[in-house]
């Protein structure tokens, strides 16, 4: 798998500093290789999400609505929570998201992988995954898992991702 | 699904008090239907594992083995976890378990589903799992997600558990 990181310089000259950075989108913040120099694109997993605007990028790619109030929860209940915002200064906004649930050392599970149609088929989705392996690596973590929907298995498989090996199944119970 | 535990009282008369229970496994600790009236068998997620015994345990229907300090965290990070327990006043013997990771809201996935092979083929995996389905779905999961070997894939859908719906698959990804 390509580093997209090693390549890329964390702060594009002059556009914004590490510290105007880490104000607006939290510690450890940093950019996301960008399709345009004009667009400067960055990573967060401490800049709080507007609820509605997250529920609108989630819906903007086919999940089903869930009560705001479950959403809040689950995620201050996950692992791991990426934003992938689109730099403006007064409003910055939500245009990729991810997160994770696990137990942080042997376990991770992704979901709610999604890149506003809009700035779909630049490549972000790729350094949106990469981002997400790269941070639960760096946490210890070697093994993920994740559901993928049929449309989107060939995407996961050309970076590497493996379907169901030693013919594992996946399984899941409605509680209803 | 049928409720195993409408039709089983909590207390084996006379052998254990409530109290007793409470004391030995931990505030919620229920009683699992037992195959043999003289074997008392514990639901606990509150006594604390002995990780040698975890690890025998896990080992004993094939995981491999794991650092026991990641085990520790990865025990401290989970969601729910289950120890089915063979009481013994003075020595109570860890013969099932299973944990789960999630955001406690909307996700949750069971990991490390184990019966020791010599209480297996006593209907005790399927106490288990609904012990689970049933904590989960207690605190408002209605989704519940895992990935199963394909020797017990028959198993879990024996019990209600749907394989891939809607032709979701699975994915690993390995951190090398």
């Known amino acids: 798998m ?13 556009s914004i500093t590490t510290e105007e950075l880490n ?4 510690k450890g913040a940093c950019e996301c290789p960008s399709p345009n120099e004009q667009m400067l694109l960055v990573f967060s997993q401490e800049r ?19 009560p705001m109030r479950k959403v809040r929860s689950a995620l201050d209940h996950s ?10 200064q007064r409003f910055p906004r ?5 997160r994770c649930t696990g137990d942080g050392v042997l376990e991770a599970t992704v979901w709610d992988v999604a890149v506003n149609p809009i700035y779909q088929g630049l490549g972000l989705g790729k350094q949106l995954m990469d981002y997400v392996n790269k941070s639960l690596k760096d946490i210890g973590i070697t093994r993920i898992t994740l559901f993928a929907d049929p449309g989107v298995v060939a995407f996961y498989l050309s970076q590497g991702w493996v379907l169901e090996p030693k013919g594992h199944r996946c399984a899941f119970w409605y509680a209803n």
């Not at 390509?2 to 002059?14: D, M, V």
């Open 79 to 88: 692992l791991l929570k990426v934003g992938l915002w689109k730099h403006d």
């Open 23 to 26: 104000d607006a989108y939290g």
């Open 94 to 98: 939500l245009i990729g998201f991810a």
């Open 48 to 66: 709080p999400f507007d609820l509605v605007e997250l529920e609108q990028l989630l819906i903007s790619v086919g999940w089903s609505q869930r």
């Open 2 to 14: 390509i580093n997209i990181f090693e390549r890329t310089s964390l702060i594009r000259s002059g």
